[in-house]
C-alpha cells in the first residue's frame, strides 16, 4: 500500500447523529488499514457540534461499532462540543483578516452548517447578495452568521490519494462558504460550521492525512483554502469511494438496514461485514 511513512497520523471522525452503517465502516477500515501500514497512529474526533441531532447514546454506540469490527485508536477521543473557544479563536483571526464577512441570507438551510455536506447537502453557489467590496473588514455582530470570501476562478489543486489529482474552482465548483453560523434561537450560541471546525481540528490533532468519503472532495478545495488563510500546515488526502446500494443511492444512515448493528443482530461476524467491502 502506498502510504506517506513518518509519523502518519490519521483520525477518524464520526458524527453522533445515526448509527454507524457498512459505508463508514468501509471508509474507517482503509483508515485503520493506512495507518498500520505506516506505522502510525489513528485518532478519534467525536463530531458532535449539531446540537439538535447529536446525541450521547450514539457515541456510544459508534465506540462499541467500531471495537466490534476490529477498529483500533489512540484515545483520548476529541469532543467537538468542548473546543468551540478554538474555532471562535480561529473565526476572530479570520475576521480580522477580511477574509470573512457577514451574511444574512440562507435561513433555511443554516441549522446543517454543523454537518459535513454529504453528496446533495452540499451549499449551492452563493449568489453574492451581502459581498462587501474589497478590503472591507468586518466587526463581529453576534447575529450575524459568516462567509468566507473564497479566490473566484483561482484553481485549487491537491493530490488525492485514492483519486488522483484534483481541481476545484471557487466560484464555479462552490461559492463563499459559510464558516459560522449565527444562533438558531434566542440565549443560544453561534456555532462554526463544519468547514471551520474542521481544519481547525485537524491541524490541533496533527493530523498528516485525512481519510474520508469522496463525497467530500469539494470540501476539502474549501478546507485547503481556510489552512491557507489560517496559516495551518497542509494536510494529503485520501478519498475513499461511495458505497452504493442496487439502485445507486450512496449508502448513508438512512440505510437503518445497513447499520453495522443491524448487521450484527443478523449474525453477522465482523469479518463478514468487512468482507462486503474489502477484496480477499
Ligand atoms: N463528521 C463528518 C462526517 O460525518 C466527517 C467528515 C470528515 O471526515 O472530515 O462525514
Known amino acids: 500500500m502506498d502510504v506517506p511513512a513518518a509519523h502518519y497520523i490519521g483520525r477518524l471522525a464520526p458524527s453522533p447523529t445515526g448509527l454507524l452503517h457498512l459505508g463508514h465502516a468501509a471508509t474507517f477500515w482503509i483508515a485503520y488499514q493506512r495507518a498500520r501500514a505506516a506505522g502510525g497512529k489513528l485518532l478519534l474526533r467525536n463530531e458532535d457540534l449539531d446540537p439538535q441531532r447529536s446525541q450521547p447514546q450514539f457515541v ?9 469490527l476490529g477498529i483500533e485508536w489512540q484515545p483520548p477521543m476529541l469532543s467537538q462540543s468542548a473546543r468551540l473557544d478554538a474555532y471562535r479563536e480561529a473565526f476572530d483571526r479570520l475576521l480580522a483578516s477580511g477574509t470573512v464577512y457577514p451574511c444574512t441570507c440562507s435561513r433555511r438551510k443554516l441549522a446543517q452548517m454543523t454537518q459535513a455536506p454529504h453528496e446533495d447537502d452540499d451549499e449551492p453557489v452563493y449568489s ?39 481541481s476545484y474552482i471557487p466560484g464555479r465548483d462552490f461559492g463563499d462558504f459559510l464558516v459560522w453560523r449565527r444562533p438558531l434561537g434566542p440565549r443560544q450560541p453561534g456555532a462554526p460550521s463544519y468547514q471551520l471546525a474542521c481544519v481547525v481540528d485537524d491541524a490541533f490533532m496533527s493530523i498528516t492525512e485525512v481519510v474520508r468519503g469522496a463525497d467530500l472532495l469539494r470540501s476539502t478545495a474549501r478546507q485547503i483554502l481556510l489552512q491557507r488563510a489560517l496559516g495551518l500546515p497542509p494536510v494529503t488526502y485520501f478519498h475513499t469511494p461511495l458505497l452504493r446500494d442496487a439502485t445507486g443511492v450512496r449508502l448513508a444512515k438512512r440505510h437503518d438496514a445497513l447499520a453495522l448493528r443491524t448487521l450484527r443482530q443478523r449474525g453477522l461476524s465482523p469479518a463478514e461485514v468487512r468482507s462486503r467491502f474489502t477484496p480477499e
Open 128 to 166: 453574492g447578495r451581502c459581498l462587501p467590496a474589497r478590503g472591507t473588514v468586518s466587526s463581529f455582530d453576534s447575529n450575524a452568521s459568516y462567509r468566507f470570501r473564497v479566490p473566484d476562478g483561482e484553481s485549487i489543486q491537491f493530490a488525492d490519494g485514492g483519486f488522483g489529482p484534483q
Open 60 to 68: 456510544d454506540a459508534m465506540l462499541q461499532d467500531l471495537a466490534w
